[in-house]
């Protein structure tokens, strides 16, 4: 899966570790960048 620029980036300035922890549970079975970042907000 190819993740946008600016969702990378939002990814990477991120220290909130419980967000960081549902972003990565949630890509596991995610078919979009966006769904994960849907899914943790």
Not at 27 to 39: E, H, N, R, Y
């Amino acid at each position: 899966m190819v993740v946008p620029e600016a969702v990378r980036q939002k990814i990477l300035a991120c220290r909130d570790l419980a967000l960081l922890d549902r972003l990565l549970v949630q890509a596991a079975t995610a078919t979009s960048p966006a769904d994960v970042l849907i899914a943790a907000a």
